[in-house]
Structures are given as C-alpha cells and as structure tokens.
C-alpha cells in the first residue's frame, strides 16, 4: 500500500464550478500537508501549506485535513480554465523534515 | 526569489549512453533532490542529498548515481541509459527543518531510444 493515496483522474468540470481534491494517507506520523499545482511541461509549485488538522483559507482555494480519518482535501471556488493542472498532494512528519511523500496527481481541466 | 534550474529541458539519447544531468539552486538550500515523474507513477524519490558530498538513495535509485561537489549544484548520472529510463526528470531543493517549502525546476524530458 502506498503512503498516499491520489485519484489520478482526469477531472473535468465547467468553469464556475466548485472542485473537490483528494488524498488518503497511512502514516499517522504525517504533520505537515501541502497541494502542489503544476502545469504541462512546469515544474510543481507550492499552492497551499497546513500544518496538523484544521482548515486554512486563500482566495479562491481551501485546504481542509482531517487527522482522524487520514484525508485531505483541497476545494477550488469558482474555478477558472487557468485552474486547469495536475494538483499534488503532499505531506511530510516532523521526524523526517528532508522527505516529502507527493500524491501521483489530479490531473484537473476547467471546460469554459 | 528561488530558482532551480535544470540544464536542459529536453534531452534523447541513445541506449549505452552515459547522461548528465544537472541542477542548480540560487538559495543556499541544504536538501537537494531528484525525482522521476511518469503518468500513473507520480513523484518517485530516485536520490537526495542533505550536505555537500552527502547522498542518500531514494525509492528508485537504481541505475542512477548522484554527485554534489558543491553545495548549489546537484548532478544526476545515468551511468547506462536503458529506454526504460524515459522520463520527466526533476530536481528540487529545500532549506533544512520543518514546514519549508520545497522548490523545483521546470524539468527535463529524457528520451532514451
């Protein structure tokens, strides 16, 4: 089993729609958790950062993680065709700052 | 602002050769990774270093070797390059501790025929 689990898709919703990301973990040791976007041919770039459960807000986008069930979630508000990207998922336990586990990816398209 | 370079950003190579491939970071970061990315497969660590000269292996470090003789560059070796090893290449670096983010380059496609 993998550490972190990813649907891979591909997602396709109208513009305007509210999308739901999600991730699946095994390792309860896992603190930190992070939503990476990356574009065809881009290198991933950091979206979102939440450390332990809870929400965290910007803009458009909403980071939730849920502990006791070992999920997390990413939500995009009125999405926009430039939304249109693979989203990671990632996460990593204070105990192994160097490592970062990564999800395999969303692959998400925005239809006008 | 961060930048991690990659030297090339597509590359073909023939079977038996012996790759190069590099990275450089700007910001004095202590961790510096490679990563292979493959539809289905996702990231998967092939090797990263901590410190200059320091290396450890990922989850798929065979068939590649790394070296780090200086602290801003981290280089990828494909000592044979196998048509299995065609792939999105990225490297990314990071400061040491807790809760940083982790940069990457914008990738190298490596076509091996």
């Known amino acids: 089993q993998k550490e972190v689990e990813q649907d891979p898709g591909p997602l396709s919703v109208p513009e305007g729609a509210i999308v739901s990301l999600n991730c699946t973990y095994s390792n309860s040791a896992f603190q930190y958790f992070m939503w990476y976007r990356q574009y065809s041919r881009k290198g991933p770039e950091l979206l979102m950062y939440t450390y332990s459960s809870g929400n965290k807000e910007d803009g458009r986008f909403t980071a939730q993680v849920d502990k006791s069930s070992k999920y997390i979630s990413l939500f995009i508000r009125d999405s926009q065709p430039s939304d249109s990207a693979t989203y990671l998922c990632a996460m990593s336990a204070v105990s192994s700052a160097s490592k970062i586990i990564f999800g395999s990816g969303t692959r998400l398209s925005i239809r006008p | 602002d961060v930048k991690v370079t990659q030297s090339s950003r597509y590359l073909v190579k023939r079977t038996g050769e012996k790759v190069f491939l590099e990275c450089v970071q700007d910001?004095?970061?202590?961790?510096m990774f490679w990563y292979r990315q493959d539809p289905g497969l996702g990231l998967r660590l092939i090797y990263f270093s901590y410190d200059v000269k320091m290396k450890e292996k990922g989850d798929i470090p065979e068939g590649y070797s790394v070296s780090r003789e200086k602290k801003e560059r981290f280089s990828l070796i494909l000592e044979s390059a196998s048509t299995n090893q065609t792939s999105m290449y990225l490297c990314?670096?990071?400061?040491?501790?807790?809760?940083?983010?982790?940069?990457f380059g914008p990738g190298t496609r490596l076509t091996v025929t």
């Open positions: 910001m004095d970061h202590e961790n």
């Open positions: 990314a670096s990071r400061p040491t501790g807790v809760g940083y983010e982790q940069y």
